[in-house]
């Protein structure tokens, strides 16, 4: 079965600074897709970055991106220059490249900025 | 906005009550799935159903219930509620693997329900 294990609970940064969030999983299978979702306060779930396991090249969406290390089933966010507006709950969820399969999530990091 | 639609987003009603939450997916998509999120809880994923057949469980109680109908929206049946039923409760939706939209499943804005 697959896991997801974010070892962070909470996390806080200063504006305008970087902050790396950490992510594990656990599969057997080769070919999977990884994501982060952002829960503000709203509680909507926002994809905020994708990443194809066949894809060695890391995603970038604007400020974010991710450190995938396929090898050691890490993938970390990265959150360059930070807003107040990313203050939010992050998740890591994992989807394997089957047909129709659900996302499986990690527990979540709570991230703080403050000014 | 994620092209989920999600009713009602707020419900309140009574223990050993029953009641149903509605989705329409994106349009094309033919995946919808089920999550359910109490206040101190992960996303638990509920059951996915894919052009109208049940695909995959996960942690859904017997006392809950879903379908998706032939014009593939969803219902989500929560029947003889308890107190800690309390949660919201997501609906989601890809598109077909090899479409577009890169095997990424979209959110609603959710359902609140407060079980009093």
């Known amino acids: 079965a697959q896991t997801v294990t974010q070892s962070q609970p909470e996390m806080s940064v200063q504006e305008a600074e970087t902050v790396t969030l950490s992510c594990t999983y656990d599969?057997?299978?080769?070919?999977?897709?990884l994501f982060w979702y952002k829960q503000p306060p709203s509680r909507q779930m926002i994809l905020v970055i994708r990443q194809e396991a066949y894809k060695q090249q890391n995603a970038t969406e604007n400020r974010f991106s991710v450190n995938f290390q396929k090898a050691a089933k890490s993938f970390s966010l990265k959150i360059s220059d930070s807003q107040l507006g990313d203050t939010a709950m992050y998740f890591c969820a994992f989807r394997t490249s089957q047909a129709g399969t659900a996302l499986i999530f990690g527990k979540g990091t709570t991230l703080s900025v403050s000014s | 906005d994620s092209g989920v639609t999600q009713t009602p987003k707020h419900l309140i009603t009574a223990t050993g009550q029953r009641v149903t939450l509605r989705c329409s997916p994106r349009?094309?998509?033919?995946?919808v799935y089920w999550y359910q999120q109490s206040l101190d809880q992960g996303l638990q994923f509920l059951i996915q159903y894919y052009n109208g057949e049940e695909r995959a469980k996960g942690n859904i109680l017997e006392r809950f219930s879903a379908q998706q109908f032939p014009d593939l929206h969803s219902e989500l049946n929560l029947s003889s509620l308890e107190l800690g039923d309390s949660a919201l409760y997501f609906c989601a939706s890809s598109a077909p693997f090899g479409g577009t939209g890169k095997n990424t499943i979209y959110f609603g804005e959710g359902s609140w329900l407060t079980v009093v």
């Open positions: 599969t057997s299978e080769n070919n999977y897709y």
């Open positions: 349009s094309g998509d033919l995946s």
